[in-house]
T-cell receptor, first 114, second 112 residues
Framework: NAGVTQTPKFRILKIGQSMTLQCTQD?????MYWYRQDPGMGLKLIYY???????DKGEVPNGYNVSRSTTEDFPLRLELAAPSQTSVYFC?????????????FGEGSWLTVV | TQLLEQSPQFLSIQEGENLTVYCNSS?????LQWYRQEPGEGPVLLVT?????EVKKLKRLTFQFGDARKDSSLHITAAQPGDTGLYLC????????????FGAGTQVVVTP
């Protein structure tokens, strides 16, 4: 019952460092998403993908990059980390992009930039 | 600014009491979802409403989608400590596809 798996769970980065948050799903879902959740602000969409090789920007894409080489994996790359990127990051997936379909979330990755 | 405004931000009640959480917007949504999120975990879907005026019941939880599809409410009857969590509403705008808009959430605490 893996569902959506994110790694790492926790990470502390120094300003200017780079890192990749890994996300994999085993449900053969076409759609995958990356959200960030800041206190009192709800979840904001960073990037999403409708299938392997296809990605698009969400609401807050600056400072991030993604790739989707396989259906299962959707890594999120942070380049030149900044304190403003301190947040909880959630990867999610769904079979279609409609709300008639359930979106499954991972458990989250806590990132602190100091 | 949040496209979906949730109120109240925080709600603390005693076990057995009723509560209502609201989700409002000036935009029209094609459909709307409610999630519950517990500490250290991702949001878990509770319900999806798609028709204006729709009412859905899930045991002690009642969800309503406004007639104009701009607002929604979640009512919990006889709340239990297990209902404690962050309740999030999320909607899909009529002109978007796959891009959920989330509210900031309502933190509900139910004490025994």
């Amino acid at each position: 019952n893996a569902g959506v798996t994110q790694t790492p769970k926790f990470r502390i980065l120094k300003i200017g460092q780079s890192m990749t948050l890994q996300c994999t799903q085993d449900m053969n879902h076409n759609y995958m998403y990356w959200y960030r959740q800041d206190p009192g602000m709800g979840l904001k969409l960073i990037y999403y993908s409708v299938g392997a090789g296809i990605t698009d920007k969400g609401e807050v894409p600056n400072g991030y990059n993604v790739s989707r080489s396989t259906t299962e994996d959707f890594p999120l790359r942070l380049e030149l980390a900044a304190p403003s990127q301190t947040s909880v990051y959630f990867c999610a997936s769904s079979y279609t992009g409609t709300l008639s379909d359930t979106i499954y979330f991972g458990e989250g990755s806590w990132l602190t930039v100091v | 600014t949040q496209l979906l405004e949730q109120s109240p931000q925080f709600l603390s009640i005693q076990e057995g009491e009723n509560l209502t959480v609201y989700c409002n917007s000036s935009s029209v949504f094609s459909s709307l979802q409610w999630y519950r999120q517990e500490p250290g975990e991702g949001p878990v879907l509770l319900v999806t409403v798609v028709t204006g005026g729709e009412v859905k019941k899930l045991k002690r939880l009642t969800f309503q989608f406004g007639d104009a599809r701009k607002d929604s409410s979640l009512h919990i009857t006889a709340a239990q400590p297990g209902d404690t969590g962050l309740y999030l509403c999320a909607g899909l705008l009529t002109d978007s596809w796959g891009k959920l808009q989330f509210g900031a959430g309502t933190q509900v605490v139910v004490t025994p």
